[in-house]
């Protein structure tokens, strides 16, 4: 399988080089095409558990 990049095309970047769009730091975004399958996992992972945890804290 080969993942997509999660980039939604909201590309700005924050002070802490953290994407506003996708969640991802600089080093992920200008790296991903080099990236192993597991590699972009750990990515999603950590990008779920993030989306996750916002959405919790919202309601």
Request: with cysteine.
């Amino acid at each position: 399988m080969n993942l997509a990049s999660p980039c939604v095309a909201l590309c700005k970047l924050d002070e802490q080089d953290i994407c506003i769009g996708c969640q991802r730091t600089i080093d992920e975004i200008t790296n991903w095409q080099h990236y192993t399958e597991s590699q972009k996992q750990v990515v999603f992972e950590r990008l779920f558990k993030k989306s996750d945890t916002h959405s919790s804290s919202i309601k």
